[in-house]
């Protein structure tokens, strides 16, 4: 079959038509023939929380890294394991590059899936009314397909998409008979969307399997102008979930109404006083160690962000004020309320004082920020607005005793890091992105995202970059994720240039 694909493809490859999109003939021919491995990858579930699921994936992974001259091992965890595939150099001394992927993804929901099922591949065209209209998977293997078609299905671009695009990468090299001049370790996460809970026990347990001289991260989307980019660093993730204590069930609002406080209120109340109305956070210390000298303002300032642009397509009048500029924004520590739920609303609202209302929130980190340190002045801030801090319910005594009670949990699920422009690992991924696309890549000091890369970074202490490929309006962790085809076929050619690189 693939060679009768191959047949079929290269007939096409000579039609004059193909330079509308200026495709690289054996990058498209590559990407063509690997569509049924990637479909046939995609349709395997692999939501973190179903082991028997990740299980599937695990085997896939095996199977198909061994075809390609890989060894495997499990890296054994409490739940699922992780998954490392080496193969060597036959060069001496050479150094060891560990390339992180991520295989698991995030929940789905069929109903919001325009399509029969989330796992299943389609291809779909833009119609004109701006939406997506599904067009035969086939139209893949004309001559000329359009790159801005797009294939939906859960974790196209986050991030089994990646994971096949370095397993076409690898065929290619092996049809070539390269062989890169440095070991390969891949390490694949089947818990990333669950914020890796056990990553970092495992890389200590198993520090000698993973020891490497440097680690590039293919995943994430490139720069918005979907640009060959390089990432340098990328923010940490603290988690807190803050509970605001009412009555003890929901009461009246006529006949309690103006008499129990409501807790909504309050939470809403504390909330405000934690940031200003420019969107920076009010407590005090919160930006503390942050400086940006002139010189890493210019590093910034060299990325092309259109941000007139940005604002059209959030739909936004101003941005915060944190920082100047995009950019600067994300060198800053920042407090996200990501959800609020207090009552009922919408066809089940009704007239009562809640007795409890909840914030979720998150604190993305950079490398000056400890998050014990935030978290304590975060907590701090809620006990000087008059706030007793219970472990868990209050009790009783604890209700009559304290007028403003709450609950205050919280997770950390992996720190910032961030490597130097100017490094081996910069300088040999600059090179293979400059001669793969004949300009120098997009270069971001750090990424506003989080990923699970600082157990590497500091306890192994290599130096790590990520390699984004797929575009930014992708709508990972949503539903109608997909990846566009254009950035697929580069992805394949961004891997293969890396590869090839001399260190």
């Known amino acids: ?58 085997k896939w992974c095996e199977t198909h890294f061994k075809k390609r001259g890989f060894s495997t091992k499990r890296l054994n965890t409490k739940t699922v394991p992780l998954l490392l595939a080496e193969r060597h150099s036959t060069k001496k001394d050479a150094k060891t590059v560990l390339v992180y992927l991520q295989v698991d993804g ?50 196209t671009s986050d991030s089994k998409g990646a994971v096949n695009m370095f397993l076409t990468a690898m065929d290619m090299i092996n049809e070539e008979a390269f062989q890169p001049d440095f070991h390969l370790k891949v390490i694949m996460d089947f818990e990333e969307e669950l914020g890796s809970p056990h990553l970092p026990q495992a890389v200590l347990d198993y520090k000698e399997d993973l020891s490497s001289d440097m680690l590039v991260i293919f995943d994430g989307p490139r720069h918005l102008k979907n640009q060959p980019t390089l990432t340098f660093g990328a923010r940490g993730i603290t988690t807190i979930t803050l509970k ?3 009555p003890y069930f929901p009461q009246h609002s006529g006949h309690y109404g103006n008499y129990v406080p409501n807790p909504a209120v309050r939470l809403a109340q504390l909330i405000s006083s934690m940031k200003d109305d420019k969107g920076r956070v009010t407590i005090p210390g919160f930006y503390d160690g942050i400086t940006l000298s002139d010189d890493v303002k210019s590093i910034l300032a060299d990325v092309p962000d259109d941000e007139q642009n940005i604002k059209v397509k959030m739909g936004i009048a101003e941005p915060d004020g944190v920082a100047p500029n995009y950019q600067e924004a994300l060198q800053y520590p920042s407090l996200n309320v990501r959800g609020m739920s207090s009552g009922w609303v919408g066809e089940e609202s009704r007239t009562i004082v809640p007795s409890s209302a909840v914030a979720e929130i998150d604190m993305r980190l950079v490398i000056e920020s400890d998050p014990d340190r935030l978290l304590s002045l975060v907590r701090k801030h809620i006990e000087s607005q008059g706030y007793k801090i219970v472990d868990d319910k209050p009790t009783a005594a604890e209700r009559l005793k304290n007028n403003k009670l709450c609950s205050f949990t919280y997770e950390t699920s992996y720190l910032a890091f961030r490597t130097d422009f100017d490094s081996d690992i910069g300088h040999w991924l600059d090179r293979a992105l400059t001669k793969a ?29 990520t390699v984004p490929t797929v575009n930014r309006d992708n709508n990972q962790h949503s539903p109608n994720e997909n990846i566009r085809f254009g950035n697929y ?11 090839k690189e001399g260190l």
């Open 244 to 246: 605001v204590f009412g």
């Open 106 to 155: 995030q929940p789905v929901d069929p109903n919001f899936w325009y399509q029969e099922n989330p796992y299943t591949a389609v291809l779909k065209e833009k119609s004109i009314d701006g939406g997506w209209d599904e067009i035969a998977w086939e139209k893949l293997l004309e001559q000329n397909p359009d790159p801005e078609w797009r294939i939906f299905a859960r974790s």
């Open 1 to 58: 079959m693939k060679n009768i694909c191959r047949l079929i493809i290269i007939s096409f490859l000579t039609s004059p038509l193909l330079s509308q999109h200026a495709y690289d003939e054996k990058f498209l021919l590559s990407a063509q023939e690997s569509l049924p491995q990637l479909k046939e990858l995609l349709a395997i579930p692999n939501d973190a929380v179903y082991p028997d699921d990740i299980e599937l994936n695990v």
């Open 437 to 465: 696309f004949n300009k120098t890549p997009i270069k971001q000091r750090t990424s506003g995202g989080s990923i699970p890369i600082s157990p590497f970074v500091n306890e192994l202490g290599i130096p790590a970059v």
């Open 489 to 499: 076929v580069d992805g394949i050619k961004t891997i293969y240039f890396v590869l």
